[in-house]
């Protein structure tokens, strides 16, 4: 039963996690879940932007003058490598880390996870294509067809779907706030 609050203004529908997600450990590991994957798509804005050495190298850091999104995109191989290398530019370093960014944050916190999965998803979709066929021979992949973009970029569309952020989030306050449309 979803859940109507009235303001003076405007009436909204909220449905609540419990509603959708009925097991408590359920509902717990789902949070954690949500966290942890948040916390990639944050560290790897860290890392870029600092470079810290985990995958960005100090002297490759944005703040250094490194390009992010250019140079994965530049490298790029395969049947769409011409796509993302005509993509490359400034322009796609500023929108793929401001993209790390918001979708960490969001995440993190509980709040927009539908605008995150929609991002996030199409994000990792990209990245996925970029280094399609990711099967290669000595490029560190260990299955041809399925790698970690999929699980992540699934991951954010279940966290949306579940209302995950109302556990160890805030996505109940948020979700009071906008109820239940693409804010969400």
Do not use: C
Request: positive net charge; glycine residues 14%; proline residues 5%.
């Amino acid at each position: 039963m979803s859940t109507t609050t009235t303001t003076a203004s405007t009436s909204t529908t909220y449905t609540p996690q419990e509603q959708v997600v009925t097991s408590p450990a359920a509902r717990l590991t789902l949070a954690i879940l949500r966290l942890v994957v948040g916390f990639i798509f944050l560290w790897a804005f860290i890392d870029k932007v600092f470079g810290l050495g985990f995958t960005t190298k100090p002297e490759r850091a944005w703040i250094n003058g490194g390009t992010p999104a250019q140079g994965f995109m530049k490298n790029a191989e395969g049947p769409f490598a011409a796509l993302f290398q005509g993509m490359a530019g400034p322009w796609a370093d500023w929108l793929f880390m401001i993209g790390l960014l918001a979708i960490g944050v969001a995440v993190m916190l509980g709040a927009g996870l539908k605008i995150a999965a929609i991002t996030g998803a199409l994000l990792m979709f990209l990245m996925y294509l970029a280094e399609f066929p990711i099967g290669r021979p000595g490029a560190g992949f260990t299955n041809p067809i399925v790698d970690s973009h999929w699980i992540e970029g699934l991951s954010l569309v279940v966290f949306a779907l579940t209302r995950a952020g109302d556990t160890l989030g805030v996505g109940k306050i948020w979700g009071r706030m906008v109820g239940d449309g693409w804010l969400r």
